[in-house]
T-cell receptor
Framework: KAGVTQTPRYLIKTRGQQVTLSCSPI?????VSWYQQTPGQGLQFLFE???????NKGNFPGRFSGRQFSNSRSEMNVSTLELGDSALYLC?????????????FGPGTRLTVL | DQQVKQNSPSLSVQEGRISILNCDYT??????FLWYKKYPAEGPTFLIS?????DKNEDGRFTVFLNKSAKHLSLHIVPSQPGDSAVYFC???????????FGRGTSLIVHP
């Protein structure tokens, strides 16, 4: 079974730009969660999508948004990039959700904002 | 305010010895706990979990202990191997919120 894939793996943007990251979950998984990992804050939950609906949202500004498609693939968008958005963005999929089911993480997208 | 704390940023252990990674939490509503392992340039990988109805769960060389009264859990790796060198994240959730809270991680180095 193929794992979680994320594209692109690396991205360099400048302040003020916007970026879209993509995540393809494991086949059959309906839940996709996004996390931001920074050295100082560890893994912080951004949001979770289940069957195309945002089911949970973490404490991030509205510049961070996402969506999920009917095939469970998900995209995350960050608008008006700031230097502090530089981080590793991880996507994780699970069958029913991150609280009760094992999550499988992708390798992440390393975003650098200059 | 950190609800899940891993107070040791790093831990160094000799191969063959026991590694003990600790995690403290403050939210008494947490009822499900997980450990993930992360190698550089890879996403975290699920290692082991424990429900609050148990105080111990074993899987091969890995054992997680939960002390609910102290709001403390620990991961024991016996014996430690150089391939165990990675960052270990503790996570906790309560069944109602679906949002897991992660600690900041502990970097384990196992020396040959």
């Amino acid at each position: 079974k193929a794992g979680v894939t994320q594209t692109p793996r690396y991205l360099i943007k400048t302040r003020g730009q916007q970026v879209t990251l993509s995540c393809s979950p494991i086949s059959g998984h309906r839940s996709v969660s996004w996390y931001q990992q920074t050295p100082g804050q560890g893994l912080q939950f951004l949001f979770e999508y289940f069957s195309e609906t945002q089911r949970n949202k973490g404490n991030f500004p509205g510049r961070f948004s996402g969506r999920q498609f009917s095939n469970s693939r998900s995209e995350m968008n960050v608008s008006t990039l700031e230097l502090g958005d530089s981080a590793l963005y991880l996507c994780a999929s699970s069958f029913g959700g991150p609280s009760t089911d094992t999550q499988y993480f992708g390798p992440g997208t390393r975003l650098t904002v200059l | 305010d950190q609800q899940v704390k891993q107070n040791s940023p790093s831990l160094s252990v000799q191969e063959g010895r026991i590694s003990i990674l600790n995690c403290d939490y403050t939210n008494s509503m947490f009822d499900y706990f997980l450990w993930y392992k992360k190698y550089p340039a890879e996403g975290p990988t699920f290692l082991i979990s424990i429900s609050s109805i148990k105080d111990k769960n074993e899987d091969g060389r890995f054992t997680v202990f939960l002390n609910k009264s102290a709001k403390h859990l620990s991961l024991h790796i016996v014996p430690s191997q150089p391939g165990d060198s990675a960052v270990y994240f503790c996570a906790a959730s309560d069944g109602g919120s679906y949002i897991p809270t992660f600690g900041r991680g502990t970097s384990l180095i196992v020396h040959p």
